[in-house]
Structure formats: C-alpha cells, structure tokens
C-alpha cells in the first residue's frame, strides 16, 4: 500500500478532530478567504487549467473522454466566478454543526441532548469537474467535515491549484491545511475504499459507472449521486393541458438530470384523446416516443418503436421518452414500484382522492401533484446547497443538503448519577420530561 | 436458490405495501390482540418450546451451544408475561410514521412536505432468544414495516409457533399475515443478504460473530447491535468517590452490557491516591483490574496483571477491568479515539470547563459528564422502546427508538408549476417560506 496516502488521510483525520470544535464563524471565513484568493489567481489557474487541457486533447483525440467530458474539464472566468458565487452562498448557511435536536431532562440534575456533529472526514472520488472541488470543499467546511478530495487524472493539475489555494485560506485563518487534502493516482481509490477507519463517508463524483464501482467495492456508507428513473402517471381525472405541459419540463428542461422523467404512465381512459395529443406536443421538441402494445395502436400512423422489457428500467438521459398505457392507477403504481428507482414520481390528476393516495401508496423520496419531477432538487426545495440526490432511505433521501454531512451525539450532564439507582425494588422514576430546545 | 424463500420475501415485501397506509390504530390493535393471544396460548406455547429444549439439551451435552444460551431459550410463564407486557407497551407508544418533519411554501400554491415512512421489509436474523420474535414483530408493526424473521435452528419450533400466533392477530386486525413471516434453515441467511431488492435494513441479533457475518455479506444497510468498548476518564479535578460510584456502576450492574465500561483513564496527578482506593473498592466486587505500567507499579502490592496493546480494544463483557495512567486529558482522548468504539464516553470531573471540552471534542455516541456510561440505553433515554445501539454515524447513533426504523419522503402538492418557470432571465422567485408543521 501507498504509505503516502494513508499519511494523508490519517492527517487529514487529524485536523477534522481541530474543525470539528472551531468556530462556525472561523470555518465560514475560511471558504469566504478560499473565494476570495481564487479570484486574486485567476490566471494561475487558468495556467494550471490549460495543462490539463491540453492533455485531455490528446485523450479527447484518442476516445479516452468525450466533448462533453472536455467541456466540463475547461475552467473559464464565468466558470470561476460561479464557483467562487455558489462557495460565498454555501458560507452564508445557517450553521448545520451544534444544533440542540432533543433536550430531555431524564432526572434533577440529569439532562440528555441530542446534538448535531460533523462526520468526520468525507472522502470525494470526482471526474473532470473542477468545481467539484470548490463545492465539496466549501460544504465540508461549512458543516465541519475534512474532506479528502481524489480527482480524476484528466482534473489533476487544475484540482491541485484550487486545492493549494483553499489550504492556504485555510492556514490564513487559522484551521489546520490538513482539512482540505488531495490524493493522485487510480490506485489510491482502492486505498481510500478500504479505510473504513478513516473515511466516515464516500461521496462519488461522475459517472453511474464510477458510482457503481464505488458502492460495489467499500464498507464505507456511499452517498450516491442517484440515478433516477422518474415516472409521470397522467391519471383519468388529469387536465390534459397540464398534463403536457408537465411532461414538457420534466422530459425537455435538462433530459440529463437525475430528476427528468423517463416514463409516462396514461390511464387508458383517456389514452386515446391524450397520446395524440402528446405525440403532437413533443414532437416539435425532438423528443423521440417509444411505446407499449396499445401505445403504439393509438399512434398506429407515427414512427413509435416499442419498448423493450429492460428499457422500463433505463435513464435515458435524453429526449426520449417510454409510454405505457395502464388499467388503472394500482398499475401504475405496480409498474413505479417495480421499475422506478424510488427518486421522484409525480400523478395529474384533477382528482384530490387519488391524488393523496398515489402520494401515500407510492414508496419514492419525492412523490409530486401536479408538479414537475425536475422540482425534485435541493436549491429549488430551500436547501441552499446540494450534496446530491439519494435514493437510498437510510440516513439521507431525496435532495441531501448539509444536514446529510452531519450526525448527531448524546450530550449527557449529571451530577454523579449510577444507572442501579432507577432499577430493581427501590427504583428512582425517570422524569424523561422533554425541554424546550430554544 | 430456494424459491420458497425468495417468494416469501416477495409476499412479505408486498405486504409492506398494505402495512404502510394501514392505520396506526389498526396497527396498534393488531399488537395488542398479538399479545392476548400469546396469553391464551401459553400451554401450547410452552410445548413447542419443550420441543426445542429437548433438541437443545442434546447440543449442550455436544457443547454445540453453551448453558447461557440454554437459558435463553428457555420459554417461563415469567418470560411471556414480559413478552407479552412489552409488546403492550410498544403499542402504546406514539405513532412514528406520517409525522411532518418540514413543511415548506416553495411557491403558492406549491407545498412540500417531509414526513416520515417505513423502511418497507426489515430481515432480522436472531438466535436462541424466543422474546426477538415478539420484540421485533411489535416495533415492526409499529412502525409499518413488514419483518422477515429468520431464526436459529436452536429456536425455530418456538419462532415457529409464535409467528403463527402473530399472524392469527394480523389477519383478524384486517391486515395481511404476511407483514410477519418465517424462513428456515441457514441457508436461507444467504439468500436474505443477497434480497437488496426487497429488505431495506438486516439486523442481526446475537453472538458478535453473528452481527460480523451479516456485516460482511451484505449490501443492505445493517443496525448492527453495537460492540462498546467504553472509557471512564478520571479528571485530576474528579470528586473520587463520585468517580467510585461510577466505576462500580458502569462496570458492574451488567458486565456483559454493551455499555458497560472496559477501561478507566486517570489522570497522573491523582493515580497515586486515586488507584489504592480504585483497587480496595473493587476487590470486594470481584472485579479484577489490569493495568498499565505504571498502574501496576502504583499497585505493587497488588497481583494486577499488565494489559496487552490489543486488550485495549477489548470488549471483556466481565468482570475484568484496565486501567491506564494518562497525562493529560488530551492523552485521554486520544486514547479513547485510537480504542474506542464510538460507544460511550464518559468523563468525571468537578471541574466544568474540561468536561465541556471533553464532551465537545470526544468522538462517540454518547459522551458523559459525572454519570454512568450504563445510561445509554433506549428506556433510559426515554425512547420507550429500544431496537438496539448503533455505533454507525449513519442513519441512526446510539440507543435506538422506533424512530430509526422509519425514513422519509417529500411529498409535493402544487397545481401544474414547472420548474422552467422558476429559471432563466424571467424566472418566477421561489418563496421558501417555512410553514408550521402543525
């Protein structure tokens, strides 16, 4: 093993003991003076960015990474600016670290609470972003977590000259540099998947392909940026126009967002007033329909393919869309609940009863009426910030804010209290009265 | 694979679809009228468990199982009545699910919510004791989640006869008997660990081994009951006979207690007086100390074996006890961070600054001041009923209530907003306007 990895994040695991009792006030200037030092060099690391530009060329060149990837990769001034932007917004949050959750007096003199605690130290495995390592960096601060930050080899010069530049705001204002560490080289992944006793969190940046690897190869608990097969059931009671202008958001606004629709579920009894319409709706929008049996019946002249059994369960991330016609809205739900990815569904409908219903009965981390699925995001729900969308349901679902980088302790204060004294035949009672907790 | 127990998980899973928009006051009787039958049921409760022993007798004399677990087999009309009473109990707790966490205006007329919802399955793989059966088919139901039980082979006739029993009261309470189901047969653990498509959360019960296993070979999220290896750090300002007390209790009301203490630090500048009256006081308790060097050379006159470096980390579950002289406080919360389980940590001291630094800075679950580690504990706590300890950051740390057993949805009622609106050069302004939550 890389000795020099474990150092780093042994050492950065020391310095998250130091951030975990500084001052809110300190680690929110430290991401202000971090912002503020990548605006003063800008053009160093522009340098630094065209390095890794002109290699990424090359890969660009061979099929290595794609345009896409490469666009992401090129640092620009607006680029910059909006990373120093979206870091000043994450310093103005509300403290996440020390929040008093549950207060309770347990006897006289016997008071429990539940605060909230940073994690420890958060380990981001990314690609091609270099604002990634603005904004882990900027959250992890902010919510008291060191951060070990391994970049992807096409990102590695640039990640290293932000990553210089925060640690030196860092020490400025008086935090260990340690809080904010970069690690190189493919095998150091592997590395970092195995210290369980380091790494409190995994956070993957990239690829599902990259996530996958991540969560299939660690002990460590993953918070997986979510891959997300959203559905739209146009129920019999739907107002057809919404109903398309819905599905229009969800499916055209970002196709590539976890929170865009895949699949449209339509009650069959207005199927054959709707899907007309909606052939003719997003056919000007380029998206491609793809349909079940009685779909493709009911657009018998236009070009539908069929969909096959395994696309029910595909991201597109694209302008096309499946079509189902179902029986009934417990269809629908049997069809969410066996192909969706439990991320964001959403049900037209007119009618409130069903409407309550499908939001009760339906198992996914947002469960919408009358709403786009792309609603399903942490800035648009009033987090602030977004550390990404879980689908998982322990400890963090749907669009994670900084309270997912958090966990909690019991603070108990006593005066000498032994637990033999509230059991067996001369028992002191408990009081568990709870208090206010501010 | 079996079949029989993957279509188990299946009609088990389907289940959890009716428990989770069944009522809390159907859920509730279906508890109560479990433990009604359970009383009236007793005689052939005690056959079946009769039947067990019987089997069990004869793995005691093979030495397969030893007396302990012998005993805890044992069903008593004593037993049931506490089953039977603690299954009353659970029922009368507060209902956990469809609680409003956050309640949000993100625009008018577009409100969301956070409320709480089950897991779904929960798989609990327990051994010997026949009251796990109870225990968690009540918080289960309480909860809304449908249980897998699997038990060990020592138990299963009376698992056996207790779930029939549990399913009886579902099936008369109107809710589907198979929200409570059994598999058998070790393979079947397997076949469990492998079901990420169905269980939401395996908690194992019994042995440390047991709960390693089930770690090790699965992806699904585990509650794993925790092991503690708990500190009591004596403070150079500590009263020491409050420090006494605290000893004796933390170390001897339930040596075998999770959170029991294993070693005590104490501070160099009270060791010399401080260990003599440690040593005196325990020595009547049966308690046998062991210790560092010089905590043995402090108690020369005593027969106080040295600890080894991996007896640090030593759970004993007995009455063993060791002892290290540390520097500093600072040394004893390294000590505890480099040892520790993360359990319970408690500090003695009169002097209020420290102890708010060492309950600051100590990275565990619980974290005391003048009081017992013995206290962490789910009764004790006031949570009413206890699902185990966790020493996980993730989800859920320290005693768990029923809380731990549900996750969350964010239900989004609007009246066809996109969320193109809400961008761009003409965007509408979200509202974020926190509502009350009731």
Avoid at 234 to 246: E, F, G
Avoid at 331 to 350: F, K, M, P, Y
Wanted: proline share 4%; hydrophobic share 45%.
């Amino acid at each position: 093993m890389n000795s020099s990895v474990r150092e780093t994040a042994e050492s950065c695991k020391r310095a998250s003991r130091t951030l975990a009792v500084s001052s809110s006030e300190r680690r929110s200037a430290a991401i202000r003076a971090a912002a503020e030092l990548i605006e003063q060099n800008r053009s160093s690391l522009l340098a630094a960015n065209a390095v890794d530009l002109d290699a990424a060329n090359q890969m660009l060149a061979s099929g290595e990474i794609n345009a896409a990837t490469f666009e992401r990769l090129r640092l620009t001034d607006k680029k910059l600016a909006e990373m120093t932007r979206s870091m000043l917004a994450v310093a103005e949050l509300p403290d996440p670290i020390g929040r008093v959750l549950q207060r309770t007096e347990l006897d006289a003199d016997l008071v429990l609470e539940k605060i909230t605690c940073p994690l420890g130290v958060l380990a981001i495995i990314f690609e091609a972003r270099p604002d990634a390592v603005t904004q882990i960096s900027a959250l992890g601060l902010k919510s008291a977590n060191a951060v070990i930050l391994k970049a992807g080899r096409e990102v590695e010069r640039t990640a290293h000259a932000l990553v210089e530049i925060i640690r030196r705001a860092l020490t400025r204002c008086g935090l260990p540099e340690d809080a904010v560490t970069l690690v190189a080289g493919r095998e150091s992944i592997q590395q970092l998947l195995g210290m369980s006793d380091i790494v409190d969190m995994v956070i993957p940046r990239g690829s599902k392909q990259l996530v996958e690897f991540v969560q299939a190869n660690t002990r460590i608990p993953v918070l997986g940026h979510a891959e997300g097969v959203c559905h739209i059931y146009v129920d019999a009671a739907a107002d057809p126009d919404m109903a398309l202008a819905i599905i229009d958001d969800s499916k055209t606004d970002y196709p590539a967002a976890c929170n865009a629709a895949e699949t449209v579920l339509v009650h069959e009894k207005i199927a054959e007033t709707f899907l007309p319409r909606l052939a003719e709706h997003l056919s000007p929008k380029h998206v491609k329909v793809r349909g079940c049996e009685q779909t493709r019946a009911i657009l018998a002249d236009q070009p539908v393919e069929a969909v096959a059994q395994s696309e029910w369960q595909t991201e597109y991330s694209d302008l096309v869309l499946a079509v189902r016609v179902v029986k009934s809205m417990d269809d629908a739900i049997v069809h969410i609940h066996t192909h969706g990815s439990l991320h964001t569904e959403t049900i037209v409908t007119q009618d409130t009863s069903a409407a309550e219903r499908f939001l009760a009965e339906v198992d996914a981390a947002g469960v919408f009426h009358n709403a786009s699925t792309r609603f399903a995001d942490g800035y648009r729900y009033g987090f602030g910030a977004e550390v990404g969308i879980s689908t998982s349901k322990l400890h963090a679902r749907g669009p994670v804010g900084l309270e997912g980088l958090t966990t909690y302790k019991y603070v108990l204060r006593g005066t000498g209290q032994l637990a033999g004294s509230y059991q067996g035949p001369n028992a002191v009672p408990f009081t568990h009265k709870k208090l206010p907790i501010d």
